[in-house]
């Protein structure tokens, strides 16, 4: 683009300066010539009068022999003013040249070719000659020639400016132009990559968010299953256990009172078995009990509940920023802590084979962290099954945080959860 506007550029200013060339070469010289005729021509018709009078007065006194003596009052007239002078002529009515006056006696310079003038030699009214004085033309040449040369010399350099530094500076505005052009390229350049890498971002993003509605759906329906596991665990156990215990009693009447009292305490038993399953689902603490206290109960309900002892302890290395980091949980954050917290538990339950586990609440300014660790067997996480630990994570990355799992076969399982402390969004299934 920039290549074409200055070949452009180039054939436009080409016609211009040379015809501003040409302009400059011969107006000078052609006003020069003009001038200096003009000025030829009055000095010729000054000349002419002066001279007309002088031989006038002559042909008066000497009606006869005046023509005789004519190129000596000629002489006498002009003097010395014979400069740019060519020929002066005495001519007669009838066009031819006087006896005697030719030449002249060498009067000026011979040469014609300027302006000539005539004047009537008149004698008592009448015309009796004509004097006709041609200027040299040499002079009009002498200065045409410097003049022109000049001229053409000056109009040959206006021309080349008028050509070059136009196309200089096209040149320059052309480089600084595709300069431009060059970092508008790279622009869009950088700008389409950023657009494709952003679209793949994002296209990145939805399959993740589709992944996450599934892995959310999935992870409901993983509690719903332990909910029913749990229900028919414990309380479906525990009614099974309550009615037979009263059909015996109504088969053996004698034995109905201790068999009732076994059926009072099957039922308080099941009744603490129901709130704590609907405990574990809602835990009610969470509104206003300090986060420490809800998971160290959770905790403890665990170990009655298993026989597998669970250690908890706050983290105090950190000084009073891992204080303030737990004070400041917020409840979204709370709640997904204590829901991994029991996932964690249930898989030491099921899978560990561990006599005991470990619990570490700790945190810093912002940041709060649950640590859960067990000397059971271990297992590969990448080779993991089922949707708890999938869960786990899924529930602190919708928050912002993180989860980190190390095990390996007979080493023991440690599980690290990062959570910002302000997180605001919910997670309550």
């Known amino acids: 683009m920039a290549d074409d506007l200055e070949r452009r550029l180039a054939r436009r200013m080409l016609p211009l300066a040379a015809l501003a060339a040409v302009v400059v070469a011969v107006l000078p010289p052609l006003t020069a010539v003009l001038v200096t005729r003009h000025r030829l021509a009055g000095a010729a018709a000054v000349h002419a009068e002066h001279l007309a009078r002088r031989l006038a007065i002559t042909a008066a006194r000497q009606p006869v022999l005046w023509p005789y003596g004519a190129d000596k009052v000629v002489t006498l007239a002009l003097g010395r003013q014979t400069h740019d002078l060519g020929r002066v002529r005495v001519l007669g009515c009838d066009g031819h040249a006087l006896l005697g006056v030719a030449g002249l006696g060498g009067l000026g310079s011979g040469r014609g070719g300027g302006p000539a003038r005539e004047a009537a030699v008149v004698v008592e009214g009448r015309t009796v000659a004509w004097v006709r004085v041609d200027m040299d033309s040499r002079g009009v040449l002498a200065l045409a020639l410097p003049v022109g040369a000049a001229a053409l010399l000056v109009g040959a350099l206006l021309g080349l400016l008028l050509y070059w530094l136009p196309r200089r500076v096209t040149q320059r505005q052309a480089a600084r132009l595709r300069t431009s052009i060059g970092s508008l390229e790279a622009a869009e350049a950088r700008l389409q990559g950023a657009n494709r890498e952003l679209e793949a971002r994002v296209a990145a993003a939805v399959t993740e968010v589709r992944a996450l509605s599934t892995r959310v759906g999935l992870v409901q329906e993983e509690e719903r299953r332990r909910i029913a596991r749990d229900l028919h665990d414990s309380v479906g156990q525990a009614l099974t256990a309550l009615g037979l215990a009263l059909e015996l009693a109504a088969a053996r009447p004698d034995e ?3 068999r009732l009292a076994d059926c009072v305490r099957a039922c308080e038993e099941t009744l603490r078995e129901v709130r704590r399953v609907v405990h574990d689902l809602l835990p009610p603490e969470l509104a206003g009990a300090d986060l420490a206290d809800t998971l160290r109960e959770c905790t403890e309900r665990f170990e009655r509940r298993t026989g597998i002892a669970v250690s908890f302890r706050v983290a105090e290395a950190a000084g009073a920023g891992a204080g303030a980091g737990v004070a400041q949980a917020a409840p979204a954050a709370a709640a997904c802590l204590l829901r991994v917290l029991q996932e ?9 084979d561990a006599r005991e586990a470990g619990v570490v609440l700790g945190g810093a ?9 067990d000397e059971g067997g271990g297992f590969d996480p990448a080779g993991a099954r089922g949707s708890g630990l999938p869960g786990m994570r899924e529930r602190a990355a919708m928050l912002g945080g993180r989860v980190e799992i190390v095990s390996a076969l007979g080493q023991g399982t440690r599980i690290v959860v990062d959570l910002p402390a302000s997180s605001a969004t919910a997670t309550t299934s």
């Open 365 to 373: 300014a912002g940041r709060v962290t649950l640590e859960i660790s």
């Open 344 to 352: 964690a538990l249930a898989n030491v339950a099921r899978h560990a």
């Open 256 to 258: 109905a009172p201790r």
